[in-house]
């Protein structure tokens, strides 16, 4: 096996141990989620699962509430009692301040929010704990603060004010709350920036993690163009962006992307289109700009199920998201045809480490007094990433 020593990375790039992660051992405190995942796993195989989470779930009551993002396995959604994006689960989350546990089943930056978002007396578990999100990953605490570092030394931090979506750790929403940033989703990205260059009286942006949702927000939404925004590679010094550069733009976007939408290209919409005569494309906006340019429609996840409920049977959609949810949407919608914009499956890889087994582990283990795998953010960084949440809920 290729050891994280033999991997072949760029100068000053401190690897995560990805082998690791892979095999869910160990932990990394380098990543937004620990990979340790303790508890005596049931097989897959089991045939009593089904029946298992059931009695398990009916044991717990009211004292748990079961979230299941989008993105989730249809095994694991079918014990939801709410579905939805990261948004509106951590909203759920809050709103559910009787149940004792919060059983998250999403990835650990949602679990994070969700924990900042509830009481104290609320724990919230996270049924595998190496379901983490590589987009996440891509900003760590100590590259922003350095990142920081270069905007002041270029003389344009004092101008600057951090925007962080959603999809984040605990550490980077702390970060943006601190200084007085705000946190935004792919619903209201547009208004979180308008209220930093507007009320917030922001010369420039700094992005956070997804630079195709800033720069499609910024340019296709602000009537900005692509030359008001630099690229910030935290893995180049100075970020690879002159001090001048850095003066001159407007945004300032940090060099993440989501695995599962950076997959989608260009050539595929051309594809579909020449197969499927008439086909709505409908695609995320963590999808490359090139991408959504072409599309017919960009928007959030709730945005494409919202769209493809509403249109009239007969209509015919190409889907630039995550494949649990296409097929989920295929499968509700018979009288329309949804098909997978990608021709390559394309499933978010740590969304799908959740499965059957972990939530029945975890469902059986709250039930008899033990609580596994459970998501805490230390208080001073979970003060400040409230101050960021609270400022996104308060946008107009
Ligand atoms: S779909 Fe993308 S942004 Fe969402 S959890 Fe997976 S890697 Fe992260």
Redesign the pocket.
């Known amino acids: 096996m290729t050891s994280v020593e033999d991997l072949d990375l760029p100068a000053g790039v401190s690897p995560t141990p990805l082998a690791l992660l892979l095999l869910g051992r160990g932990s990394d405190p380098d990543s937004e989620r620990g990979v340790d995942c303790p508890g005596g796993l049931p097989d897959a195989s089991d045939p009593s699962l089904v029946e298992r989470a059931r009695a398990a779930r009916a044991a717990l009551g009211d004292r748990a509430f079961v979230l299941g993002h989008h ?1 989730q396995r249809a095994e694991v959604i079918e014990f939801a009692d709410v579905t939805g994006d ?1 948004f509106k689960l951590a909203q759920q989350a809050a709103a559910r301040p009787d149940a004792e546990f919060i059983v998250f089943c ?2 650990h ?1 949602m679990a994070e929010s969700a924990d900042i978002l509830t009481s104290d007396r609320q724990q919230v578990v996270l049924p595998d704990l190496a379901a ?5 990953d891509m900003a760590t605490f100590d590259q922003v603060e350095d990142a920081w570092d270069v905007l002041a030394d270029a003389g344009v931090a004092d101008v600057t004010v951090p925007v962080t979506y959603m ?1 984040s750790s605990a550490a980077i929403k702390g970060f943006t709350g601190r200084h007085g940033g705000t946190v935004c989703t792919s619903s209201n990205a547009r208004r979180a920036l308008e209220w930093a260059y507007g009320d917030r009286g922001a010369e420039k942006v700094l992005f956070l993690p ?1 630079q195709h949702l800033g720069r499609n927000t910024a340019v296709l939404e602000m009537g900005m163009s692509l030359a008001d925004c630099v690229l910030f590679d935290p893995h180049k010094p100075g970020g690879g962006v002159t001090p001048e550069a850095l003066r001159k733009a407007r945004m300032i976007l940090w060099r993440g992307h ?4 950076g997959r989608f290209r260009l050539d595929a919409v051309a594809d579909v289109r020449a197969r499927i005569p008439g086909v709505q494309v409908i695609v995320h906006p ?1 999808c490359r700009h090139e991408v959504v340019t072409a599309a017919d429609q960009v928007g959030s996840t709730e945005y494409i199920i919202r769209a493809v409920e509403a249109a009239p049977p007969g209509t015919a959609f190409a889907v630039g998201t ?1 494949l649990n949810l296409v097929q989920r949407l295929a499968k509700r919608h018979p009288d329309k045809q949804v098909v997978f914009l990608e021709k390559t499956v394309c499933y ?4 799908n480490r959740i499965d059957l087994p972990h939530l029945v582990m975890t469902l059986e283990s709250l039930a008899a007094g033990q609580v596994v795998n459970r998501i805490t953010v230390e208080p001073e960084t979970a003060r400040y990433a409230r101050a960021a949440l609270d400022q996104m809920l308060a946008l107009p």
């Open positions: 993105y990261s999403g990835v930056f983490g999100c590589s987009m996440a999809n997804d989501c695995s599962v939408h963590e995550e978010c890889s740590t969304m």
